[in-house]
C-alpha cells in the first residue's frame, strides 16, 4: 500500500491545491492532507478551521485524511506517519528552483522518502492562497475569488471578512 502526504498551510485551500490532491489520490492508495503550522506566518484562518474547512471540502475521498504538524521538519512527520512519498505541487520555475532544493534537504534527512512534482494545468499555475487574500476586501471580490476556491472556501473567506469588518467598526 503506498502512503503519500500533501502538505501545505491551506490557508485557504485553492482549487490548484484540490487539482494536486485530485491527482495525488489517483496515484496513492493512502494521501495524508497535512495542515502545516508555521508560527512565523500569520494566517486567516486558525489551524482548527483550516483541518475543519479541508474535511468538509475532501470529503468525497475515501483515501484522504487529513492531519496537521506544527514545529517539525515535514520529511520528520512523513516518516511519523509511515508515507513513503511527499507530494508537493510546481507552479513555476521559482517552486521548482525551492522545492528541488527542500527535496535534496528532505532527502539528507532520510533517503527513504520521495518527493513527487505534480505540474498542474495552465489555469491553475498562477493560483495561490496568497493571491485569493490579496483579493479579498477589494471592491468585486467575492466574484473573482470564486473562480479560484471551492464555493466551501468562498463562504468561509466572506464570512471571516465580515466577522473582520464587524470588528473594526467597533
Known amino acids: 500500500m503506498t502512503k503519500a502526504i500533501y502538505a501545505g498551510s491551506f490557508d485557504p485551500i485553492t482549487n490548484g491545491h484540490l487539482w494536486v490532491i485530485d ?80 527535496r535534496y534537504i528532505n532527502s539528507d534527512v532520510s533517503a527513504s522518502i520521495d518527493t513527487i512534482f505534480l505540474i498542474p494545468p495552465r489555469d491553475y499555475a498562477e493560483v495561490s492562497s496568497s493571491l485569493v487574500k490579496g483579493f479579498v476586501g477589494t471592491s468585486g471580490w467575492q466574484q473573482i475569488v470564486a473562480k479560484y476556491v471551492p464555493p466551501i472556501i468562498l463562504d468561509a473567506l466572506i464570512k471571516k471578512h465580515q466577522e473582520e469588518n464587524n470588528v473594526n467598526c467597533k
Do not use: H, M, W
Open 23 to 102: 491527482k495525488a489520490a489517483e496515484i496513492f492508495d493512502e494521501l495524508l492532507v497535512a495542515v502545516g503550522d508555521n508560527p512565523g506566518k500569520s494566517y486567516t484562518f486558525t489551524t482548527k478551521e483550516r483541518v475543519d474547512l479541508l474535511k468538509q471540502v475532501l470529503v468525497q475521498y475515501p483515501n484522504i485524511k487529513i492531519g496537521q504538524f506544527s514545529g517539525e521538519f515535514l520529511v520528520n512527520y512523513a516518516l511519523k506517519e509511515d508515507a513513503a512519498y511527499i507530494v508537493r505541487g510546481i507552479r513555476n520555475a521559482q517552486d521548482y528552483e525551492f522545492e528541488k532544493t527542500i
